[in-house]
């Protein structure tokens, strides 16, 4: 019951911008859009969240549509370090986290 | 301040054998999820753990318990192991039922092989 939809994989040449995009339409007003990446199998790694505003860290963007049911995850200037697979998932109100099947980003040099 | 630790890290067993998995929850954490993730997907809600009861639960069968523990610690077990319950078990630990922002922070697995 996956409440995201991301294509498979991306490529994207080292030192440019990775937009990663993700379909949520079925995300309820108050849940949360959560980007975590994973690499080997490890367990995922957050890299951010957000409910309607676009937010920003060290790490990536998340620009969210106004109507909320698609965002993008924005890596600035990805490096080989940045392949892996990277989930968009919505967190509901009783704190599930729904992921989807990923996109597998592979940075080439 | 130590993360989320899973453990076993790795393990073989048979089917119709049973298995129990670890977490220790990051400190300062008293809300545990379960997560599975077989090969090539992502990870899917088993179940998830507060105040010592069960919350929130997957689509999983009854084969697949849990327990938490007073000092927020949690275990999954589960019973009559199939071939296709062979996965990485993720543990994810975060701060509260009502907080309904902040990060989740996952343990690094443990990989079940089942023979």
């Known amino acids: 019951d996956a409440k995201t939809t991301q294509p498979p994989s991306m490529d994207c040449a080292e030192g440019r911008a990775a937009n990663l995009p993700c379909n949520h339409s079925t995300i309820s007003g108050n849940e949360y859009v959560y980007w975590y990446r994973q690499i080997h199998s490890q367990g995922p790694q957050y890299i951010i969240h957000?409910?309607?505003n676009n937010e920003t860290n060290e790490m990536a963007s998340l620009i969210i549509t106004e109507d909320r049911k698609s965002s993008t995850l924005i890596l600035p200037h990805a490096t080989l370090r940045d392949t892996a697979v990277y989930y968009c998932?919505?967190?509901?109100?009783?704190?599930?986290?729904?992921f989807g099947s990923g996109t597998k980003l592979n940075v080439k040099p | 301040d130590a993360g989320v630790t899973q453990s076993p890290t790795h393990l073989i067993k048979t089917r119709g054998q049973q298995v129990t998995l670890r977490c220790s929850p990051k400190s300062g954490h008293d809300t545990v999820s379960w997560y599975q993730q077989a090969l090539g997907q992502g990870p899917q809600f088993i179940f998830q753990y507060y105040e010592e009861e069960e919350r929130q639960r997957g689509n999983f069968p009854d084969r697949f318990s849990g327990h938490q523990f007073p000092n927020y610690s949690s275990e999954l077990n589960v019973n009559a192991l199939l071939l296709g319950d062979s996965a990485l078990y993720l543990c994810?630990?975060?701060?509260?039922?009502?907080?309904?922002?902040?990060?989740?922070?996952f343990g690094e697995g443990s990989r079940l092989t089942v023979l």
């Open positions: 994810a630990t975060h701060l509260g039922q009502g907080a309904r922002s902040g990060e989740l922070f």
């Open positions: 957000g409910l309607k």
């Open positions: 998932i919505v967190r509901d109100n009783f704190n599930k986290f729904y």
